[in-house]
């Protein structure tokens, strides 16, 4: 019996154009459905008889987070004992429902029940996509790969600003919840056209030893993280995600409400919360390049950099073409970072516990996540000016930029060792 760990991926397969196109969708709508909410909170808060303040709006998200956490906690794990498959399709038409639910709240308690339980659903389809994803990208094409399937995260969050500004004038608030619920419709696509990962199959198919250690594997891999010389690097990706989530979170849900606050009316606001994505868009494209070259630590780190720069910048109010730029760059620098990010990670884990890896960081770093949101409304709240908002998101970015220097460092290490490492659970 072999003890070496699954290859990193498996060579791409004839159909792996289409089953990235068909993650790109379903992250379109988890995109979509996330972004949203930012671009709907002036229009909650002017709701009459629901009672929702800044304060308010931000528990919402970070509750909504809150369930995306356990979610991804919850979905790696199962992915790795049952599949990528039957957990991303579960995913989908979770949250599918949920946005319903939204749609059709009568009162501001059934909206946000329906928010924290789409968030479950919401997390868990992320990281179970990505392992997917990466799995069966080519080798040497993977951080363009997965970019591209995390274009349709970045496509969602264009879209959401786009039908807010074109629906909510005329229809109100609650028909972009219906549109996020349409996912609901891909459902029996996705079960009947993704494959499931090779590199997981592989993972499974041992002797019948083998498989026994395959049991006793799944049910210490989260224990395996700490193993073999990925402690350090298990750390360092929690930190990283904290502050690249928090960052991301921060920005989607509040930059309308900050764009307010700083004196511009709402039709201008979402014009930035689409900016942001357009941003991201081709600061990944970029970025993607780059790292496919193997120079991941500079990409991640200027990443890190740009958005301390920009969000710093935002904050002394320059004139309105040069915000509409920085916003771009606080683009690529918050959400372009995350798309790298998760890239970096998936690559230290051996596929038998890459699920359990990716949705603990995820999950961990949804902490930041839920800050992101809570320090908007507690600002705002408190009556503080909202250029206060950029002044926290430039610490976090650099800090997220020392910890990315060191997670390089850690996870070319950490592969290191584990191109030596046994089957995990020996």
């Known amino acids: 019996m072999s003890t070496q760990p699954a290859p990193l991926a498996p060579a791409a397969g004839k159909g792996s154009g289409l089953v990235i196109g068909i993650c790109a969708a379903m992250i379109l709508f988890d995109g979509y459905d996330l972004i949203v909410f930012g671009n709907v909170i002036p229009s909650l808060i002017a709701e009459p008889g629901w009672g929702i303040t800044p304060a308010v709006a931000g528990r919402i998200a970070s509750l909504t987070l809150v369930g995306m956490l356990i979610g991804a906690l919850t979905a790696g794990t199962l992915s790795d004992r049952f599949g990528r498959k039957s957990v991303v399709v579960a995913s989908l038409a979770w949250f599918s429902i949920a946005m319903a639910v939204c749609a059709a709240a009568p009162n501001a308690q059934v909206f946000e029940i329906a928010k924290i339980i789409g968030g479950l659903g919401l997390g868990a389809l992320f990281p179970t996509v990505t392992a997917l994803v990466i799995e069966i990208a080519p080798e040497r094409r993977k951080a363009m790969a997965y970019s591209f399937t995390l274009f349709g995260y970045l496509a ?43 590199a997981w199959l592989a993972a499974k198919s041992l002797t019948a030893e083998g498989q026994t250690v395959t049991r006793k594997s799944a049910a210490s891999s989260i224990s395996a993280l700490f193993k073999d010389g990925l402690a350090r690097n298990t750390l360092l990706a ?50 993607a390049r780059i ?23 935002l904050s002394f109010g320059p004139p309105t073409a040069v915000m509409f730029a920085l916003v771009a760059l606080a683009g690529a620098g918050t959400l372009g970072t995350q798309i790298l990010v ?29 800050m992101g949101p809570l320090i908007g409304g507690v600002i705002l709240g408190a009556g503080m000016p909202a250029q206060w908002n950029f002044y926290v998101f430039a610490v976090v970015a650099a800090i997220g930029m020392i910890l990315a220097l060191l997670v390089v460092v850690g996870i070319r290490n950490g592969q290191e060792t584990l191109n030596n490492l046994k089957t995990v659970g020996n």
Do not use: H
């Open 238 to 287: 929690w930190g990283v995600q904290f502050c690249s989530l928090l960052l991301v979170f921060g920005m989607v849900n509040w930059l309308p409400t900050i764009m307010i606050g700083m004196g511009y009316n709402l039709q201008s606001a979402l014009f930035f919360a689409v900016t942001l994505n357009v941003g991201a868009v081709i600061g990944t494209l970029i970025a």
């Open 291 to 313: 790292a496919d070259k193997g120079r991941t630590k500079p990409v991640v780190a200027a990443l890190f950099t740009i958005g301390c720069l920009a969000v710093t910048a």
């Open 342 to 370: 998760n890239v970096f990670i998936s690559s230290i884990y051996p596929a038998e516990i890459r699920g359990t890896g990716l949705g603990w960081a995820l999950g961990v770093g949804r902490l930041g996540a839920i």
């Open 156 to 198: 969602g969050g264009i879209l959401a600003g786009v039908l807010a500004l074109a629906l909510i004038p005329t229809l109100g608030w609650r028909s972009l919840f219906w549109v996020g619920a349409l996912p609901i419709l891909l459902v029996p696509v996705a079960f009947k056209l993704l494959p499931e990962s090779e």
